[in-house]
């Protein structure tokens, strides 16, 4: 007998709800196999496989809700974590803004079909994902320089994603995807340096070369060679593509319905009033076929659309869940996202900035000098104020010319003040899920030497 669908699985979780007691329930089910291969000096490091299974149950009693999760089908194993979810709920404190959606409210698209979110080629063998991250490793120990790998990495997964609730909605999509990536060093002992390249996609056919992948990591690394720490000031800073949407990923948290609700943003009272500079759009698209973010509903069953998050510089709305939404008196903008043991929460998908039409190269010749990001480690922000401080490496431009790599500064400023002075360049990568350009920002502190 073949095992049960994630869409038998949800509905008898469904079921076991109901018999336990639920007034209202939905039920996420989650199967996955993922392969993963890592190289070291030609040789096969580590090779995993793994084939997974997650449950997720959400009940509603009143006003009240709680989460299960399991990893097991059986039936028996159902009927207990609906049992329990019951429990748990009749002790919870009571919440006036859970629930699950109206059925008016629910989308009427219940799969992905027309957004290409699952490659039907055949999952690869070991011995080929092998066989790219060996020529990964290879290209980059090939740059002149580069003194060892630090692995190099080639891996393949798919999901099966079905959502069902107690409100009618049930539907479901599968997802692909295939990656390789590798990481080289230059130099040894304190003057060690390193970088990466990695790229990921939906369809194999879509991936560069191992080559090209290996490649670019050791041209990276070499690139940072002799690196040392700039000196302190306040300088333009230009982030490099690479590292540019963590920018657009502060004003995401700063919008999110959760921040909003609590009052614990440093955007609270921006809506309606200049976030970015004047003729720059963000724009959220989850229906974006081939592109690893899509999603054709969220995860409370409401269907997904393109919206203007920002529209020349103007914040343009919140990102809501049913809860937050019914919090502000607002309705949801299909934002909810969810795992197997929690309840829903805002989320964003995606995201596109506007570009601009110079590009990077054009933007360090305009800076004069100041510092070219690269990479960035940790960070700081102060979510109610923006006050912002992360460590960052890269290279010190002067005289509109790269001079030399960078590592060991901190930069600092505050991110209301640092987001109305962007100057985008036109360098965005489309198949990101996040598409955002080299971002110019002037007037940061840099704490170096």
């Known amino acids: 007998m073949s095992d049960p669908s994630p869409a038998d699985l949800a509905a008898a979780l469904l079921d076991a709800a109901r018999r336990a007691g639920a007034e209202a329930a939905d039920a996420i089910v989650i199967t996955g196999t993922s392969v993963s291969v890592d190289v070291r000096g030609g040789e096969l490091e580590q090779a995993d496989r793994a084939e997974g299974l997650d449950l997720g149950l959400r009940v509603l009693i009143g006003g009240r809700q709680a989460c299960v999760s399991a990893s097991d089908a059986r039936p028996d194993t159902l009927a207990r974590m609906a049992e329990r979810a019951v429990a748990m709920a009749r002790e ?39 066989d790219e991250a060996r020529r990964a490793e290879a290209a980059a120990l090939a740059v002149q320089g580069i003194s060892r790998i630090d692995q190099a990495s080639a891996g393949y997964g798919r999901r099966d994603i079905w959502l069902a609730a107690t409100n009618g909605f049930a539907g479901g999509y599968r997802r692909s995807a295939r990656s390789i990536s590798c990481v080289a060093i230059t130099g040894d002992g304190t003057g060690m340096e390193r970088d990466w390249s990695s790229e990921s996609r939906v369809f194999a056919a879509d991936l560069p070369t191992p080559e090209a992948i290996g490649r670019e990591a050791g ?113 949801s903008t299909a934002n909810a996202t969810r795992g197997p043991a929690a309840p829903p929460s805002p989320g964003l998908s995606n995201l596109e900035l506007t570009q601009g039409d110079r590009g990077r190269d054009e933007l360090i010749r305009e800076m004069g000098t100041g510092l070219l990001v690269t990479s960035l480690i940790g960070a700081t922000i102060n979510p109610t104020t923006g006050d912002y401080s992360r460590g960052a490496a890269g290279f010190w431009v002067e005289g509109g010319e790269i001079r030399h790599p960078v590592n060991e500064c901190t930069i600092a400023g505050n991110l209301r003040e640092m987001l109305t002075r962007l100057t985008p360049a036109n360098d965005a990568r489309r198949h990101l899920s996040t598409v955002v350009p080299s971002l110019l920002v002037e007037g940061l502190t840099i704490a170096g030497a």
């Open 219 to 331: 041209e990276r690394a070499i690139a940072r060679a002799g690196a040392r720490k700039p000196r302190s000031g306040a300088f333009p800073v230009l982030y490099d593509e690479r590292v540019a949407g963590s920018l657009v990923g502060h004003l995401a948290s700063a919008i999110n319905g959760t921040a909003i609700a609590r009052g614990a943003s440093w955007l609270r009272d921006a809506l309606g009033t200049p976030v970015l500079p004047a003729g720059l759009d963000l724009v959220e698209d989850p229906l974006r076929p081939r592109i690893s973010g899509t999603r054709p509903f969220d995860a409370e069953g409401l269907a997904t659309a393109p919206r203007h998050l920002v529209r020349d510089g103007v914040l343009q709305g919140w990102v809501l869940d049913l809860a937050t939404a019914r919090k502000l008196g607002l309705e």
């Open 92 to 130: 919870a404190p009571e919440d006036p803004w859970a629930g699950l959606a109206d059925p008016a409210q629910l989308g009427a698209r219940r799969d992905a079909e027309g957004l290409e979110l699952f490659d039907p080629a055949a999952e690869p063998a070991p011995e080929a994902l092998l």
